[in-house]
């Protein structure tokens, strides 16, 4: 008999960041928005996989060990004989990036041929990041999203603006948050996926695609908002001495998935608290690290919501 299937499932992109850390010197790091999430979940302790496809060439193997280090379910991960997916960050400060991945590994991402009967356990899916901007592999995704959301699967979803999210993208953007249930989204990514100043604008059509989802809306170190219905919740986050701030989206998303579904009777002001202090944990060491469910607790008594 084969192991329970994990009840959240995180689908999208896994890839390598190739960082220019001087003039004639490069480090790789793994990494991807959608991946990411999934690692963050597995270190609270909820039972998660990463549903995506990477090569079988030493960057595929660097990121199928990080997955396998981090516990997720290997049986969601694919692998194919093409080229990895690259993300060149040629400036660090500010970062300045592209990608390279034609025709590579990522693309062949297949969803038939996931664990037979994985649908039935898992309660999450989450969506997001560049995976949503690169097709074939985008209409895939949204295609298996619909097919979940049919089923009673709860979806969520974060953008992640990246600059290949231009026009082409608008569609995308409104089929996937009207599918949601909880959506997160950064002031810098509604400016960039609206393409205009107007943030408050942005936002409100943003949620007027659905008016029944949560939206997770995060302002760096601003702090971040709640939204459900007619109420808000806000926060500050706690005050940390801030040592990498890469993968702090991805672990308040996945902080406020970890409220929700263990703390489903908690107000929004408690999730928001889990989400914030979430992010702020991933905030204290370098290369998007994912911090632990105690961690996090201990950042949140020292968060405040209002």
Known sequence: MS?????FVSAGEALTDMLRTGADAWSSQVGGSTWNVARVMARLGVPSAFAGAISRDVFGDALAAATEA???????????????LLAIVHELHPPSYYFIGDDSADLHFDAAQLPAGWMQDVQWVHFGGISLAREPLAGKLVALAQELKAA?????YDPNFRVMMD????????????LADVVKVSDEDL???????????????LRGWNRHATYLYTRGAQGAALYRGEQVWQAA??????IDSVGA???SIGGLLYSLIYRPDADGGEHLRFAVAAGAGACLAAGGSPPSVELVESL????VVR
């Open 3 to 7: 192991a329970a299937f994990p009840s």
């Open 70 to 84: 981090a516990g997720l379910d290997m049986r969601f991960l694919q692998r194919y004989a093409k080229s990895p």
């Open 152 to 156: 009673g699967v709860k979806i969520s």
């Open 167 to 178: 026009e082409r993208y608008d569609a995308t953007l409104r089929c996937m948050t009207a």
């Open 191 to 205: 400016a960039g996926l609206f393409r205009h100043g107007d943030i408050d604008g942005a936002f409100a059509t």
């Open 237 to 242: 986050p706690p005050q940390i001495e801030v």
């Open 249 to 251: 989206g991805d672990a």
């Open 300 to 303: 949140a008594q020292r968060t």
